[in-house]
C-alpha cells in the first residue's frame, strides 16, 4: 500500500482545493495516495470530477461537520 | 551573547523580513544583542511583477531592478553566497563557498522557480513571462506575430495567480491596438473547471471573455507539448493547436529546499498561523516556498512576513510569539491595458472583487513604483 499525503486545505479560496490536489499529485509516486481536507462544498464535486477525467481513483468521500475529506489514489 | 538571525534568501520576502527587524531592533543591533545575516544569489533586487509589462513593451528592464544593497537596511549583514544546504534542526546553513552560518532564528525565504523542464516539449515549444529571459522571447514573438491562435496555457501550481488573465487582457488589447485583433484567435486553458480558482474571479472572467471573444477550455493541464504540429496535450487527454504557445509553467521550490530534504517539491511544510517551519519553535518560511494552500504572491510573501517581524522580536525581547497570520492575500488585477481592479481575502473572509476602473489601473502603476518602498519596509 502506497504513502498517505494530507493536504489540509481548509478555508483556502486560492488556489484552493483541487489545484492543490493536482499540485500535490506531482510530487507522488503511482500508488500513493492524498487526503485532501476542504470546507468548501464545491470541492466535493470538483475533485472527483477531475480525477474521473485524468483516470485516477476518488478513493472516498467523508463529511464531518463543516469539512470534507476527500482521498484520492494516483493511477497513473 | 548576540542572539543570530539568519534570513535565507534576497527576494521580497525576505528584505521585508530583514528590514522590518531593523527598524524594530534597533536598540538590540546598536548593543550587538542581536545580529541579522541575509544570504542572497544576487546582488539586484527584481520587482517581479513588473514582468508582466515586459512583453508589451510596457517597462524598460531598468524599471525592474534596484541593487540589492539599497533597498536593505544597512544593518544587515548582506552575504551573496547560496545556501546549498539548511539543516532546520540544528539551524545550520551552509553555503556555495564553503562556509557555515549557524542562527539562533532561521527564516527561510527562498521562494519559487519556474520548472517548464517537467512537461516534455514545454521549453521547445512555449513562450512564458515569468521571467526575465522568457518575457524577453515572448517580446520578440509577438512583435513578429502577425496573426492566428495563441494559447494561453495555465498549469499548477504557479505564482501570481492573476498574472495569466492579466497576460490574456492585456494581450487583446495589445493585439487590437496593432490592428491583430479581427486576424487573431486568443484561447486561455485553466487546470480545473473554471476560468480561476477564486470563483467570483472566475464567473467574471466568463463574462469578459465572452465580450472579448476570448474562447477557453477549462480541466486542462499541459501533459506535453509538440512543438512541430504546434499541438498541447493535456492530462484531460485533449488537445489544443496553437500558432504561438504562451504558457505559466509548473512551479517548484528552490533546488537547496528539496536537497536539504525539506520539503517535496521545494515547498517546506509550515503552520498557517504561525508560519513556523512543522515541528520548530525557531524556524520561519515566508512567501512562495511555504506549503500553505494559499496564493503564491507578493502580497502574501509582505503580510507573512509582517507577521514573522512581529513574532521574531517578541521571541527575541519577551521569550513568546506576539500573533498569528490570519491568511491575508490582496492582488491588483490588470483587466486590459487601461483599467484594474482588485480583490482581497483571507483564510475565513472570501474574495469580492470590484468592477474594473481607470483609476485602479493607475493605482496599480503607481505600485509598480511604489514596491520599493514595500520591500524597504516602509509601505
Same mark, same amino acid.
Given at each position: 500500500m502506497g504513502n498517505r499525503t494530507l493536504i !489540509?486545505?481548509?478555508?483556502? $479560496?486560492?488556489?484552493g482545493p483541487l489545484m492543490e490536489l493536482i499540485a500535490g499529485l506531482k510530487l507522488v509516486e503511482i500508488g500513493d495516495e492524498i487526503e485532501v481536507l476542504s470546507t468548501d462544498e464545491g470541492s466535493a464535486m470538483d475533485i472527483p470530477a477531475w480525477v474521473d477525467k485524468v483516470k485516477h481513483e476518488t478513493v472516498g468521500i467523508d463529511q464531518e461537520g463543516e469539512v470534507w475529506h476527500i482521498v484520492v489514489k494516483k493511477m497513473k | 551573547m548576540a542572539k543570530k538571525i539568519l534570513i535565507v534568501g534576497g527576494g521580497l520576502a525576505g528584505t521585508i523580513v530583514a528590514n522590518g527587524l531593523c527598524r524594530q531592533l534597533g536598540k538590540e543591533l546598536r548593543a550587538n544583542e542581536v545580529n541579522i545575516t541575509m544570504l542572497g544569489n544576487d546582488e539586484r533586487h527584481m520587482?517581479? &511583477?513588473? =514582468? =508582466?509589462y515586459v512583453p508589451f513593451g510596457r %517597462? #524598460?528592464?531598468?524599471? =525592474? $531592478? #534596484?541593487?540589492q544593497t539599497s533597498v536593505l537596511d544597512r544593518r544587515v549583514n548582506f552575504q551573496i553566497d547560496p545556501a546549498t544546504k539548511i539543516d532546520a534542526q540544528s539551524k545550520t546553513v551552509t553555503t556555495d563557498s564553503g562556509k557555515t552560518y549557524e542562527a539562533d532564528y532561521l527564516v527561510i525565504a527562498t521562494g519559487s522557480r519556474l520548472r517548464p !523542464?517537467?512537461?516534455?516539449g514545454m521549453v521547445e515549444g512555449a513562450h512564458w513571462l515569468y521571467d526575465l529571459p522568457g518575457a524577453r522571447k515572448m517580446r520578440e514573438a509577438l512583435e513578429a506575430f502577425d496573426g492566428g491562435k495563441i494559447v494561453i496555457n495555465v498549469n499548477a501550481p504557479?505564482?501570481? &495567480?492573476m498574472a495569466p488573465l492579466e497576460t490574456t487582457f492585456m494581450l487583446h488589447d495589445f493585439l487590437a491596438e496593432r490592428g491583430l485583433g479581427d486576424k487573431s484567435e486568443i484561447m486561455y486553458t485553466y487546470? %480545473? @473547471? /473554471? =476560468?480561476?480558482?477564486?470563483e467570483p474571479v472566475g464567473h467574471w472572467t466568463a463574462g469578459q471573455f465572452e465580450k472579448l471573444g476570448i474562447k477557453s477550455e477549462t480541466f486542462f493541464n499541459a501533459k506535453s507539448i509538440d512543438p512541430e504540429k504546434k499541438i498541447i496535450y493535456s492530462e484531460e487527454e485533449s488537445e489544443v493547436d496553437y500558432d504561438l504557445l504562451i504558457t505559466i509553467p509548473p512551479h517548484n521550490g528552490a533546488e537547496v529546499i528539496t536537497d536539504s530534504d525539506?520539503?517535496?517539491?521545494?515547498?517546506v511544510p509550515t503552520d /498557517?498561523?504561525?508560519?513556523?517551519?512543522? @515541528?520548530?519553535?525557531?524556524v520561519f518560511v515566508c512567501g512562495d516556498?511555504?506549503?500553505? &494552500? %494559499?496564493?503564491?504572491?507578493g502580497s502574501t510573501a509582505h503580510f507573512e512576513a509582517d507577521t514573522i517581524i512581529d513574532n521574531l522580536v517578541s521571541l527575541v525581547n519577551e521569550g513568546c510569539m506576539a500573533r498569528k497570520y490570519d491568511g491575508k492575500v490582496f492582488c491588483f488585477i490588470e483587466t486590459g491595458l487601461k483599467e484594474g481592479t482588485y480583490v482581497w481575502f483571507n483564510y475565513t473572509t472570501p474574495p469580492n472583487p470590484g468592477p474594473p476602473g481607470q483609476m485602479l489601473h493607475w493605482f496599480k502603476l503607481a505600485y509598480n513604483r511604489l514596491y520599493w518602498l514595500s520591500a524597504r519596509g516602509l509601505l
Open positions: !489540509d486545505a481548509k478555508g483556502a $479560496f486560492c488556489p | 520587482y517581479q &511583477p513588473g =514582468l =508582466l %517597462i #524598460r528592464e531598468k524599471e =525592474l $531592478f #534596484r541593487d !523542464d517537467t512537461v516534455p504557479h505564482k501570481c &495567480p487546470p %480545473i @473547471g /473554471r =476560468l480561476h480558482s477564486l525539506l520539503g517535496a517539491g521545494g515547498w /498557517r498561523e504561525s508560519l513556523l517551519h512543522e @515541528g520548530t519553535t525557531d516556498t511555504t506549503n500553505l &494552500p %494559499i496564493s503564491k504572491a
